[in-house]
C-alpha cells in the first residue's frame, strides 16, 4: 500500500499498512499523530547516551583531551562552583547569562508579539514592518555585531539589543503567521453574535494565534542562547559565552564542554517550562 493509494482511498484499513499497526477495529478512532507522552522514552535516550559518554571514555576510545568523562565534568563543575574561573565562579558566569538572555527575551517578547499581531490584522502595519524583518532576519547575528559595537559601546546594553534582535524576528513572524491561520469561519461567527473587533481581537485571534505564538516563543529563545556566545565575544568579564571562550584560548576541554552542558540544560528546561505554559493556555492544540 503506498501513500498515494492511501490519499486516494484514506481508508482504517489502508491507515493501518501505510503507518503501521494492525487494522482498526469497528468504532475505534485515531488519535493526532505523534499523539501520547514520550517522558519515558526521552528519560531512556538520555540516560542511554550517557551511558555511552561515560562508556567510550572509561575505556579509553577516545582521550580525555578531545572528551572527558563525564566523572571529570562533574568533579570540575563543584570545583568552580566555588573556585573563580575567568574572575567569576560557574554560578555567577550563569547568572550574568542568564540576565542577558532573559532579558532580551522579555525586551523581545514585549515587541515582537504585539508588532507580530499588528502584522497579521492590519496591512499597513505590515507594510512597514515586513520589509526590515526579512531584511535583517537571515543575516547571523555576528553579521551585525561590529554594528552594535559602533552605535551602543561593548557594555551590557550592546549584548542584550544583539540578542534581542536575534530573538525578534522568528518571533514577530510567527505571531504573524498564528493571526493568518484564525478561522475566518470563527470570526464571522462572533461577529454574527454581536461581537465588537475589540473582542474579535481579544477573543478569537489572540486565542487562536497563542499556540503559533508561544512555538515562535520556544524558538526565540534558542535563537538568544545561540546568539549569547558571539554577544559574550567582545569585551564581557563574565558569563558561559565568556567562560567558554576562554577556556578554549587554554584548551580547557572540561570547561567547555561543562558550559556547553549548563546552558543546553538551562535552555532544555526553560523550554519545558513553555511546554507546560503552552499545554495549560491552549489545551486544545492538537486535539481538534
Known amino acids: 500500500m503506498s501513500i498515494i493509494n492511501f490519499i486516494t482511498n484514506p481508508s482504517r484499513a489502508s491507515f493501518s499498512r501505510v503507518f503501521g499497526g494492525a487494522p482498526a477495529k469497528p468504532g475505534e478512532t485515531f488519535g493526532v499523530p505523534g499523539y501520547g507522552s514520550s517522558t519515558v522514552i526521552s528519560i531512556v535516550t538520555s540516560v542511554t547516551l550517557l551511558f555511552i559518554w561515560w562508556l567510550v571514555t572509561t575505556m579509553g576510545w577516545v582521550k580525555p583531551f578531545f572528551l572527558p568523562s563525564p566523572q571529570s565534568i562533574a568533579i570540575r563543575t563543584i570545583e568552580l562552583a566555588s573556585t573563580e574561573y575567568s574572575g567569576a565562579t560557574l554560578w555567577q558566569h550563569t547568572e550574568w547569562s542568564l540576565y542577558?538572555?532573559?532579558?532580551?527575551?522579555?525586551?523581545?517578547?514585549?515587541?515582537?508579539?504585539?508588532?507580530?499581531?499588528?502584522?497579521?490584522?492590519?496591512?499597513?502595519?505590515?507594510?512597514?514592518?515586513?520589509?526590515?524583518?526579512?531584511?535583517?532576519?537571515?543575516?547571523?547575528?555576528?553579521?551585525?555585531?561590529?554594528?552594535?559595537?559602533?552605535?551602543?559601546?561593548?557594555?551590557?546594553?550592546?549584548?542584550?539589543?544583539?540578542?534581542?534582535?536575534?530573538?525578534?524576528?522568528?518571533?514577530?513572524?510567527?505571531?504573524?503567521?498564528?493571526?493568518?491561520?484564525?478561522?475566518?469561519?470563527?470570526?464571522?461567527?462572533?461577529?454574527?453574535?454581536?461581537?465588537?473587533?475589540?473582542?474579535?481581537?481579544?477573543?478569537?485571534?489572540?486565542?487562536?494565534?497563542?499556540p503559533e505564538i508561544l512555538t515562535g516563543m520556544r524558538i526565540g529563545i534558542g535563537f538568544g542562547w545561540t546568539t549569547l556566545v558571539a554577544a559574550e565575544m567582545v569585551a564581557a568579564q563574565e558569563g558561559l559565552g565568556h567562560m567558554v571562550l576562554t577556556a578554549a584560548e587554554f584548551l580547557d576541554t572540561e570547561v567547555v564542554i561543562l558550559g556547553i552542558v549548563m546552558i543546553g540544560v538551562i535552555a532544555y528546561v526553560f523550554d519545558l517550562l513553555m511546554r507546560f505554559i503552552q499545554h495549560k493556555l491552549v489545551p486544545w492544540k492538537g486535539k481538534m
Not at 542577558?100 to 499581531?117: C, D, M, N, W
Not at 499588528?118 to 554594528?147: A, C, H, K, S, W
Not at 559602533?150 to 549584548?159: T, Y
Not at 513572524?173 to 473582542?199: D, K
Request: aromatic share 10%; charged share 15%; glycine share 10%.
Open 100 to 210: 542577558r538572555v532573559f532579558t532580551a527575551f522579555f525586551i523581545a517578547v514585549g515587541l515582537a508579539i504585539p508588532i507580530g499581531i499588528g502584522m497579521g490584522v492590519n496591512r499597513v502595519l505590515r507594510g512597514i514592518f515586513d520589509p526590515p524583518i526579512e531584511f535583517y532576519r537571515p543575516i547571523p547575528p555576528l553579521g551585525y555585531l561590529p554594528l552594535t559595537i559602533i552605535w551602543l559601546g561593548i557594555d551590557d546594553l550592546q549584548k542584550i539589543v544583539l540578542i534581542a534582535l536575534a530573538i525578534f524576528a522568528p518571533m514577530a513572524l510567527a505571531a504573524r503567521a498564528g493571526v493568518r491561520s484564525v478561522s475566518i469561519e470563527q470570526i464571522h461567527a462572533a461577529y454574527s453574535l454581536g461581537a465588537n473587533r475589540f473582542q474579535i481581537l481579544r477573543y478569537i485571534v489572540l486565542n487562536g494565534a497563542m
